[in-house]
């Protein structure tokens, strides 16, 4: 009963979102059913989770059990959840709800009150703050709808040029951002994808001076960036306009901006310039203040992590410990005590402060399957550089036990597996025998699936 989608979409309407939504299944003109209302009233009194025969009870006092009957409301109910969503949803667009109206006085054969409605939107829509593809797509359309609305025929096409010029931006705009979109997704997943007709409409791009629109010039610029073309110049000409065109897009889209941004510098920082290490934090802390790196109030604990291991690689160890402690509450509640203490003892790690470390270690989350494996992989790391061989020892053979266990972390096993394996040599290796160390260092740089890399290499050489 709990899995079913209709206590799912109860759990997630807020308190005034209730309210409404018994007014509308009130409401005749939405809900002839009254069963349905009838029931979303007797679960709302309801505390617990009611079985199938004490909702049947509810609505069908004096009638003999049957599930059908109780299938059916609930499903009622459902679609008129939904079909209250859409209003909802509906309700806060006025823009389309206007063009719909300028169509509707069309069709009753009311031309010129459809001009007025559109000419009207039009003036509204300009006076809005965002200019991103969708805002001239949707200029296009009412420009569109202008013209074959038209009663004149003195004016009757006077707007078409308008009608390809928002047309081409939007298009352009889109284009920019799809191919944006796709770039960042082949950096993870490393799939081939297709450009399309870019480059054709690159060349027109310059050849028009287009980066002057704000929208075309960030994806352009962008794009360039995620593509390896003169990255450093068009990243910074990319977070200029980021930054200073900022209310020009909705928050999902300037969002979305500031990933892409942050995948340039992660691209230029892991080329060896570490310098981008700068810029990266800068991107996130812009981010933060401008909340849009939150997602209704919640920041991701990767995203935490991420900006925690940016500002303790720029060294700025006093603004991570800060930033730790501000945006606790920020990260998702299941995930906050745990994230907090991971980061905080890589903080104590890095200040060398191990002991700290190994305390705010010991107690993490065993529920997030991710953050106990970088809390075992930092606790090899600590046990390692403080000469705990012996403790080490039994840690990597828990830690291999640990492994064969959790069959949901299966992608990251292979990286795991090595880790412990090279950890292991490097307990064994020979100090003075140059080279077997040679010979482990030169497996360890071909290892294909090793995160641990540099720090592997780095305690060899310390032998």
């Not at 349905?36 to 079985?51: G, H, I, N, S, V």
Request: hydrophobic fraction near 40%.
């Amino acid at each position: 009963m709990k899995n079913h989608k209709l206590f799912t979409l109860l759990a997630q309407l807020s308190s005034s979102e209730k309210r409404d939504l018994e007014k509308f299944l009130q409401s005749s003109l939405f809900n002839n059913r009254k069963i349905a209302l009838a029931l979303y009233q007797f679960l709302q009194k309801e505390k617990a989770m009611p079985t199938k025969a004490a909702i049947f009870q509810a609505l069908y006092p004096s009638k003999s059990y049957k599930d059908e009957k109780v299938r059916l409301a609930m499903s009622q109910l459902v679609k008129n959840i939904e079909a209250f969503l859409v209003y909802q949803f509906r309700e806060q667009q006025e823009l389309q709800n206007t063009k719909i109206l300028a169509q509707i006085y069309q069709q009753k054969n009311l031309p010129k009150i459809a001009e007025q409605v559109l000419e009207k939107t039009l003036i509204k829509q300009e006076q809005e703050s965002f200019r991103n593809g969708a805002y001239y797509f949707e200029r296009y359309d009412l420009n569109l709808k202008q013209f074959d609305f038209a009663t004149s025929k003195r004016t009757k096409g006077q707007n078409l040029p308008e009608v390809s010029a928002n047309l081409d931006t939007a298009f352009l705009i889109l284009k920019l951002q799809q191919v944006c979109s796709s770039l960042s997704y082949q950096a993870v997943n490393q799939q081939e994808i297709q450009t399309g007709l870019l480059s054709l409409i690159l060349p027109y791009i310059e050849d028009h001076q287009l980066t002057k629109v704000p929208a075309i010039g960030i994806y352009y610029h962008c794009y360039l960036a995620l593509s390896g073309q003169a990255e450093k110049e068009n990243f910074a000409k990319f977070k200029y306009l980021l930054f200073e065109y900022q209310n020009k897009f909705p928050k999902t889209e300037w969002s979305s901006l500031f990933l892409f941004g942050t995948n340039i510098c992660i691209k230029i920082i892991n080329s060896g310039d570490l310098t981008y290490l700068k810029e990266i934090l800068e991107l996130y802390k812009k981010g933060l203040t401008t909340n849009a790196l939150l997602n209704n109030g919640v920041l991701s604990r990767f995203t935490y992590q991420n900006i925690v291991t940016s500002a303790i690689r720029t060294g700025d160890l006093e603004w991570t410990r800060q930033f730790l402690i501000d945006y606790k509450e920020k990260v998702e509640k299941t995930y906050q005590e745990s994230a907090f203490r991971f980061n905080m003892a890589r903080l104590a790690y890095t200040e060398q402060d191990y002991e700290t470390a190994i305390d705010l270690l010991r107690d993490t989350d065993q529920a997030d399957l991710l953050i106990n494996l970088y809390a075992k992989n930092l606790l090899l790391k600590i046990y390692y550089e403080i000469g705990e061989f012996k403790l080490l020892d039994s840690f990597l053979d828990a830690f291999q036990i640990y492994l064969r266990r959790k069959k949901e972390i299966a992608s990251h096993k292979k990286n795991y597996w090595n880790m412990i394996y090279y950890t292991q040599k490097l307990m064994k290796v020979n100090p003075f025998n140059a080279a077997a160390k040679a010979k482990l260092a030169k497996r360890i740089e071909e290892e294909a699936v090793l995160l641990e890399r540099k720090w592997l290499l780095a305690q060899l050489a310390k032998l």
